[in-house]
């Protein structure tokens, strides 16, 4: 039977980013500048929202913001679920951005991610910033508290923790958290929105997300060079993983992206991600794509995702 594709939407606009509170409103609109996916924010606060592109952008209350009262917040957000629902409908993938520590994304993100399970959105990322100790313990712990409370609603977390970020000021600190998000937001979105020359599918990540579901959190690492370094960095990748990787027996399910320019040579290719792959024990749940970079010259890029049992 021949297959009509023209009467058939692109994958990429069955995923949804969204931006919730102001901090993560500023994320998704730097994020849809790579023009991936549909891409949306949330906020309290008007002067805030009006000066995003994002060409869909919803104020929730009166527009003076949340004071930091994560109650207000809630309450007001049952106001603007019918937008949400608009932005999720037919969504196979949301991907939902937060920073953690301010009124407006603490307060509306549980109910923004019940009604994404109400809507039997397939799949529910959480991107997720932690507020650095600075900021104050009590607004540190509140943030990590509600963290593990919303486990429950997501397939899986994603964190970039401030407290992790070595910068000598604010304005660096938040500069480099927010470039961390974005990287890490795109090459995950990326993965399950642009074809490759091999991929895996929607089914596949699900498989990902859902193996192991005593964890939710999910690792980003990565790494790039030429294939003299890469050979011999791969032949001890772990050195690379987070902290918590004391080995690769800790990891319980990976996905690697392979990416190499046009003009590295098959081989070298081939023999870096064999060597690579011979590091994961044959237990592990491994899934690979791999890409082609345009934009580097002789490089071979791993944008890594794991899971810690």
């Known amino acids: 039977m021949e297959f009509n594709f023209s009467k058939h939407r692109p994958f990429s606009s069955y995923v949804t980013v969204i931006g919730v509170g102001g901090g993560a409103s500023r994320i998704a609109n730097q994020f849809q ?41 809630e309450s007001e957000c049952q106001k603007v ?21 301010g009124g407006t994304g603490e307060g509306c993100i549980k109910t923004f991610l019940q009604k994404a399970e109400e809507m039997a ?40 923790d401030y407290d992790t970020i070595p910068c000598s000021t604010f304005f660096e600190l938040y500069k480099e958290g927010d ?19 091999n991929n895996f599918d929607h089914r596949e990540m699900f498989s990902f997300l859902k193996e192991y579901p005593q964890t939710k959190y ?10 003299d370094y890469m050979e011999k960095a791969v032949n001890d990748f772990c050195q690379f993983l987070p902290p918590k990787y004391s080995s690769v027996y800790d990891i319980s399910s990976i ?16 023999n870096t991600l064999v060597r690579l792959m011979k590091q994961i024990p ?17 490089l071979i890029k791993f944008n890594i995702f794991t899971k810690h049992f």
């Open 33 to 73: 500048a790579f023009n991936l996916v549909n891409t949306c924010a949330f906020g309290m606060n008007r002067k805030e929202m009006e000066e995003l592109s994002l060409p869909h952008k919803y104020i929730i209350g009166d527009g003076l913001g949340s004071g930091k009262d994560r109650c207000l917040a």
């Open 81 to 101: 679920l019918p937008c949400l629902e608009d932005e999720l409908r037919d969504k196979r993938f949301a991907g939902f951005v937060v920073c953690l520590g």
């Open 121 to 160: 959105t397939g799949m529910k990322l959480l991107f997720v910033t932690l507020p650095h100790s600075s900021e104050g313990t009590e607004k540190r712990k509140n943030a990590i508290s509600l963290l593990h409370e919303l486990e429950q609603y997501t397939e899986g977390i994603i964190v970039v």
């Open 179 to 197: 470039r961390r998000m974005i990287k890490i937001m795109y090459e995950f979105v990326r993965s399950i929105s642009v074809v490759g020359v």
């Open 218 to 227: 999910i690792e980003y690492t990565s790494l790039s060079g030429d294939p």
């Open 255 to 270: 996905i690697v992206i392979a990416e190499f320019c046009e003009d590295t040579s098959e081989e070298d290719i081939r």
């Open 282 to 298: 044959p237990e592990v749940e491994s899934k690979v794509k791999i890409d082609v970079d345009t934009q580097s010259r002789n």
